[in-house]
């Protein structure tokens, strides 16, 4: 089987020189369950951090970090790759992209800046010039007094008048009786480990929005993560719908859509998954979260990439810092999750993870290398390392479909 490999090239201090090709077994093996090797370069160009493909057509999209922008490649030969069209400026850092399932628009994020940018695509898969989204706006920026997050559903208001409450309060009292006040109200039953109360610190510098990832949802919608924000935004046809606000400092940064209709996201900075969803009027909030492993430290590990198996009822997290994988179940109707297991990624810093039938393929960004593990095959759990082949400062793998 043969994949697409992104990465950095020398302006961004890596070792690859372009859009790398990746083995796994015969090239037109069914499974990624075979010998790897990497097979050299597809096409050249600067950082191609993250790949996309078209839906239906032989035309794969990259985010050129470097360069803050996105480039399409058709499809040459059974690995080679040519430019079409050209450049299209995106956001400071882009680190994101992804096609519409309709091929219609691709839709990029920058890591920098905190840019969303959309391009129509023609019916050669090239994309126009970026439409830019509204930038966002801290929610943490004018408020040091402890706050849930804008979208708990129906108790989102009461919850949110008890904490001004009980801040007005312990203001009243002043010092001497403050103490027998509580910190922070009583959370909304079934989001305890959801939300924490995080009084930014008032002479920090002004955070910068760091926008990481989209995610087609049901409904037409985009999810975009912001990890300096500790935002996630709903989108529809370019314009902002709504912003779900996470807790302080949680740092959302990549997401899963379930077929359950929830949405799960991975944070970098508090090592937790969250799950989102719609209640019945349509307005998304935060349903549960739970730590993506027992073994993480905050401060000390970063989750990166979050896939689902194929079935959907496991999560698999990389967890750069400790290099591992974290495996976590799907509880119930989707709502809930939990760790199971956290297994040893055999790479350095697991930038990115492909489930490919009864293999997890792990790019090690500053290991040089890519690693295949296989799964268990009664519990799904990522176990012994089957093969490993240097390749060049990955970040991204993308299946070639023929």
């Known amino acids: 089987m043969r994949f697409w490999l992104g990465g950095y090239t020398a302006d961004m201090d890596g070792d690859g020189a372009g859009i790398g090709v990746l083995l796994a077994g015969d090239a037109d093996a069914p499974s990624a369950g075979g010998p790897l090797s990497f097979a050299g370069t597809a096409v050249a160009v600067d950082s191609p951090s993250w790949l996309a493909q078209h839906p239906t057509l032989d035309v794969v999209y990259a985010a050129l970090e470097g360069s803050g922008g996105v480039r399409a490649f058709t499809r040459t030969g059974p690995a080679t790759l040519a430019p079409i069209g050209t450049e299209q400026p995106a956001g400071d850092v882009t680190c994101h992209v992804v096609a519409s399932p309709d091929g219609r628009w691709l839709t990029a994020t920058g890591y920098g800046d905190g840019t969303v940018a959309r391009y129509r695509l023609d019916d050669d898969g090239v994309p126009g010039a970026p439409e830019f989204g509204a930038a966002a706006v801290d929610p943490y920026a004018d408020s040091r007094a402890p706050r849930l997050p804008d979208d708990l559903g129906a108790d989102a208001t009461t919850a949110a008048e008890l904490a001004a409450a009980t801040a007005a309060l312990r203001g009243a009292v002043g010092d001497e009786f403050a103490h027998l006040l509580p910190e922070q109200p009583v959370l909304p039953e079934g989001i305890e480990s959801a939300v924490t109360f995080t009084d930014p610190d008032p002479v920090a510098p002004p955070r910068t929005s760091h926008a990481h990832q989209a995610r087609h949802v049901s409904g037409g919608l985009v999810a975009t993560t912001d990890l300096g924000f500790d935002l996630v935004r709903l989108w529809r046809d370019g314009q902002l719908q709504q912003e779900v606000v996470l ?26 998954v969250y799950v989102l969803a719609p209640d019945a009027t349509g307005r998304w909030r935060i349903v549960s979260a739970a730590p993506v492993s027992p073994e993480a430290s905050v401060g000390a590990d970063f989750p990166g990439e979050l896939s689902a198996s194929a079935d959907a009822g496991l999560l698999y997290a990389g967890v750069r810092g400790i290099n591992a994988i974290a495996a976590l179940r799907v509880l119930g109707d989707g709502s809930r999750v939990e760790s199971i297991a956290t297994v040893e990624s055999h790479v350095d810093w697991p930038r990115h993870h492909i489930l490919v039938s009864d293999t997890l393929l792990v790019a090690g960004q500053r290991s040089n290398e890519v690693v295949s593990l296989a799964i268990d095959e009664r519990s799904g759990i990522p176990g012994r390392r089957r093969f490993s082949t240097p390749a060049p400062t990955p970040s991204v793998l993308l299946p070639i479909f023929d």
């Not at 997401?255 to 799960?264: A, I, K, R």
């Open 247 to 272: 807790p302080f400092g949680t740092g959302p940064r990549h997401t899963v859509w379930h077929p359950s209709g929830h949405l799960y996201v991975v944070t970098e900075y508090s090592c937790e």
